[in-house]
C-alpha cells in the first residue's frame, strides 16, 4: 500500500466507489483497530461498497454513507475527525477518451469544475492537525494538485510516479499530504507496473499484493 495506516487511525475515504481502496487496507491491516468512512455521491456504489464489506466480513469495522465531498463540512461531520484520508478523485477532462456507458462511472472518471479543490477542502477539513492523505492523481495534472493543496492546509511530502512500462513516461502519481506539515518534499524512485511482456513486475507485486488478482494484460 503507498500509505500505512496507524494503529488506531480513523480513516475517511473520499469518492469510495465499492470500497476497493478502503476495504483493501484494512484487509491488508487486520491486525490494527481501523475504522473506515467511506462516502460517494452515486448511492449505487455506496450501496456495493456495503456489500462488499459484508462480503469480507468488514462490516463492524465499515460505514458507507451517500454523499458528496462538497458536502463534508459542519453540518455533516466534526472537523478534524480523521487521522488518515484516501482519495482518488475523478480527474479525467470531459470530453477525454471514450465515456463510460454507466452514468456512475462517467461520474467516477470524468472530473467537473473544481472536483479536485472540492475533494481537497474535504479532506482539510476533515484531517486532524498533521493527519495525512493518500492521493491517486494523473502525472500530467500534478501542477493542480500542488497548487490547490497548499490552500487546503495539505502539504506534499512524498511523490512517487508509477509508470505503466519503464519505457513510458509516468501516468500516475501517489501522493502522501499532510495537514500543517513543513516544506519538504521527497519524490522516490518510480513505481513500474508491468515488464516488457506486460506481466506485472515483482516491485508491483510487493508494492500492493492485491495486484496479484490482475496478474496480467493485453
Same mark, same amino acid.
Given at each position: ?87 482518488? &478523485? ?12 454507466? &452514468? ?61 512500462? &519503464? ?20 519524490? &522516490? ?30
Amino acid at each position: 500500500m503507498f500509505i500505512l495506516p496507524g494503529k488506531k487511525d480513523r480513516i475517511l475515504d473520499l469518492g469510495c466507489g465499492c470500497g476497493v481502496i478502503g476495504l483493501g487496507m484494512l484487509l491488508a491491516h487486520v491486525d490494527k483497530e481501523l475504522h473506515l468512512v467511506g462516502i460517494d455521491s452515486d448511492p449505487e456504489m455506496v450501496r456495493c461498497a456495503r456489500e462488499n464489506s459484508i462480503r469480507l466480513g468488514l462490516e463492524e469495522k465499515t460505514s458507507f454513507i451517500h454523499m458528496d465531498a462538497a458536502d463534508v463540512n459542519s453540518r455533516s461531520m466534526s472537523a478534524e475527525s480523521f487521522d488518515l484520508v484516501l482519495m482518488n &478523485p475523478p480527474y479525467r477532462r470531459p470530453g477525454s477518451g471514450r465515456p463510460p456507458q454507466h &452514468p456512475g462511472k462517467t461520474a467516477a472518471t470524468f472530473a467537473r469544475n473544481s472536483r479536485t479543490e472540492l475533494f481537497l477542502k474535504a479532506a482539510g477539513f476533515a484531517l486532524k492537525n498533521l493527519g495525512r492523505a493518500g492521493i491517486v492523481f494523473p502525472a500530467s495534472r500534478l501542477d493542480e494538485l500542488l497548487l490547490h493543496s497548499s490552500s487546503c492546509r495539505l502539504r506534499p511530502k512524498i511523490v512517487r510516479p508509477v509508470l505503466g512500462r &519503464p519505457d513510458k513516461p509516468a501516468s500516475l502519481v501517489l501522493v502522501q499530504a499532510r495537514k500543517n506539515a513543513g516544506q519538504e518534499m521527497v519524490i &522516490p524512485p518510480p513505481l513500474v507496473l508491468y515488464d516488457e511482456h506486460n506481466t506485472l513486475t515483482r516491485q508491483a507485486r510487493e508494492f500492493c499484493p492485491f495486484l496479484e488478482c490482475n496478474p496480467g494484460r493485453g
